[in-house]
């Protein structure tokens, strides 16, 4: 049988992030995606004009229309925008506790633009960090969401250990946003640590996030454990991001079909 993810997440216009990287990931990993979308973005490579969230009400419909006929291996959760789609996406999710679920807390684009009323932090607290499986914070979303401020490895791991007091059964902190040479994701499950090393390339990139969290959605579908499943989707973004696209004039948007197997049996033949 086939594999599906479902993604919950919102828009990006200019395809560089949001759903429209996340389903290019999930075809990337040979994993059907299926979507519910939680809201519009008017956004381009350097700034964020618009955002419209999605009646509350239609997201849960979308979310029942896909479970009651796809059944979805995995479940990422990105962008919600508001706490009442925060609150339903939670309360859907209560019916299929079997699933697991990644959560991506995004807060901020890359651009620097809030994406998510503050009221939504405490939602995502108390109920979806619990519900997840793994959760993939950037380093300002850690600091923001534990009241930690993140500088180096010691503060990382004290931010997951509060992350993990929340309830979730691992935190991945991506360490894309320290400056050093080598990105150092960690990723925290109870008292084990995981890291996952990539060489820094130049330029600021557009959607790495989301990416990462929806590649670890398709390899726990696709079966893997969960170290397993980050450090294959670590590579995978790592992979990724040597083919950014001559596009815009901001942050690099790069290509997540070109770190495929698909792509590089095209591109051989």
């Given at each position: 049988?086939?594999?599906?993810?479902?993604?919950?997440?919102?828009?990006?216009?200019?395809?560089?992030?949001?759903?429209e990287v996340?389903?290019?990931?999930?075809?990337?990993?040979?994993?059907?995606?299926?979507?519910?979308?939680?809201?519009?973005?008017?956004?381009?490579?350097?700034?964020v004009t618009?955002?419209?969230?999605?009646?509350?009400?239609?997201?849960?419909?979308?979310?029942?229309?896909?479970?009651?006929?796809?059944?979805?291996?995995?479940?990422?959760?990105?962008?919600?925008?508001?706490?009442?789609?925060?609150?339903?996406?939670?309360?859907?999710?209560?019916?299929?506790?079997?699933?697991?679920?990644?959560?991506?807390?995004?807060?901020?684009?890359?651009?620097?633009?809030?994406?998510?009323?503050?009221?939504?932090?405490?939602?995502?607290?108390?109920?979806?960090?619990?519900?997840?499986?793994?959760?993939?914070?950037?380093?300002?979303?850690?600091?923001?969401?534990?009241?930690?401020?993140?500088?180096?490895?010691?503060?990382m791991h004290?931010?997951?250990?509060?992350?993990?007091?929340?309830?979730?059964?691992?935190?991945?902190?991506?360490?894309?946003?320290?400056?050093?040479?080598?990105?150092?994701?960690?990723?925290?499950?109870?008292?084990?640590?995981?890291?996952?090393?990539?060489?820094?390339?130049?330029?600021?990139?557009?959607?790495?996030?989301?990416?990462?969290?929806?590649?670890?959605?398709?390899?726990?579908?696709?079966?893997?454990?969960?170290?397993?499943?980050?450090?294959?989707?670590?590579?995978?973004?790592?992979?990724?991001?040597?083919?950014?696209?001559?596009?815009?004039?901001?942050?690099?948007?790069?290509?997540?079909?070109?770190?495929?197997?698909?792509?590089?049996?095209?591109?051989?033949?």
């Open positions: 049988m086939d594999t599906s993810v479902l993604i919950i997440a919102t828009s990006d216009s200019c395809g560089g992030a949001g759903i996340d389903l290019k990931c999930a075809a990337a990993h040979g994993v059907h995606g299926s979507c519910a979308v939680c809201g519009v973005t008017a956004q381009n490579t350097y700034e618009a955002i419209q969230t999605i009646d509350p009400d239609v997201v849960q419909a979308q979310i029942e229309a896909v479970f009651a006929d796809i059944s979805p291996a995995a479940i990422k959760i990105g962008m919600l925008g508001s706490a009442d789609v925060a609150q339903t996406v939670a309360a859907s999710l209560a019916a299929h506790p079997e699933v697991p679920v990644v959560l991506d807390p995004v807060l901020v684009a890359t651009s620097g633009a809030t994406l998510t009323e503050a009221s939504v932090f405490e939602l995502v607290r108390d109920t979806l960090i619990p519900r997840a499986m793994v959760i993939t914070p950037n380093i300002p979303e850690a600091s923001e969401l534990t009241g930690i401020e993140v500088h180096d490895a010691a503060s004290e931010a997951a250990q509060v992350f993990l007091e929340m309830g979730c059964e691992a935190v991945l902190i991506k360490g894309g946003h320290d400056r050093a040479e080598v990105i150092a994701d960690r990723l925290y499950i109870g008292d084990e640590v995981h890291e996952f090393l990539s060489p820094r390339l130049p330029g600021e990139y557009h959607g790495t996030g989301c990416c990462m969290s929806t590649a670890i959605a398709c390899n726990l579908a696709l079966g893997k454990p969960l170290v397993q499943a980050v450090s294959t989707a670590h590579d995978f973004i790592a992979r990724a991001l040597l083919y950014p696209l001559e596009l815009g004039h901001g942050t690099r948007i790069f290509d997540p079909m070109r770190a495929s197997s698909v792509w590089e049996q095209r591109t051989d033949a």
